[in-house]
């Protein structure tokens, strides 16, 4: 089975600045799929970026961007020119992509950022 | 964020009620899916529905009961729950089969308390 790891709880960053979320995961599988969620406080879970893992090209996605590091199963979130709207609890989540599994989305436990003005 | 809509949004119950949490999707997918979401632990899948036929069922308690009457719908049903049910439900939709782009849109969630 799939097991995603997400070692930092809490984590801080100053307006403005850079922070990186750590993802780490676990899998026997060589074709799947990994994201980065987003939970505001009291708001809807929504996508942030994903990742495919054939493709060796780390995802860009305007002020966020991945380190996808398939050979050490590692897949850590930038947030660079950190805003306060970007504080919310941060979930890494893995997919595979062989068929009649595609569907189940498995997460790590989350880290909750906090963005200080 | 109005994709995909829960309700109610809080719900406190006690061990003998019997409730039901409702999900609607408005994005035309044709999977749902429900999670529980508890503090501190990741969520959770508890059901699967594709196409109206459940799919998969993660070993979760027969007090909850899901029902899919269309792609469009979703119901979570609640009977005789524990304290230790007490969580954020969530669900979701998505287009199925899902290659990359058949991400899962999520709805806010129903708060539940159970006493």
């Not at chain 1, 990742?51 to 947030?79: D, G, H, M, P």
């Not at chain 2, 899919?68 to 049910?85: A, G, I, M, R």
């Not at chain 2, 954020?88 to 991400?103: I, K, M, N, R, V």
Request: glycine share 4%; aromatic share 10%.
């Amino acid at each position: 089975a799939q097991t995603v790891t997400q070692s930092q709880p809490e984590m801080s960053v100053q307006e403005a600045e850079t922070v990186t979320l750590s993802c780490t995961y676990d899998t026997s599988e060589s074709d799947y799929y990994l994201f980065w969620y987003k939970q505001p406080p009291s708001r809807q879970m929504i996508l942030v970026i994903r990742q495919e893992a054939y493709k060796q090209q780390n995802a860009t996605e305007n002020r966020f961007s991945v380190n996808f590091q398939k050979a050490a199963k590692s897949f850590s979130l930038k947030i660079s020119d950190s805003q306060l709207g970007d504080a919310a609890m941060y979930f890494c989540a893995y997919r595979s992509a062989r068929s009649g599994s595609a569907r189940q989305l498995t997460f790590g436990s989350g880290t909750q950022l906090t963005v200080l003005p | 964020e109005t994709g995909v809509t829960q309700t109610p949004r809080h719900l406190v119950m006690g061990m003998t009620n019997k409730k039901s949490l409702k999900c609607e999707q408005h994005l035309g997918h044709n999977a749902m899916y429900w999670y529980k979401q508890s503090a501190k632990k990741p969520l959770e899948l508890m059901f699967v529905y594709s196409l109206e036929e459940r799919v998969e069922n993660n070993s979760v308690p027969s007090r909850f009961s899901p029902e899919c009457p269309n792609s469009s719908h979703l119901f979570l049903h609640l009977h005789t729950l524990q304290p230790e049910d007490s969580a954020l439900y969530l669900c979701a939709s998505s287009q199925d089969p899902q290659g990359l782009a058949g991400e899962q849109y999520f709805g806010p969630g129903t708060r539940l308390t159970v006493t």
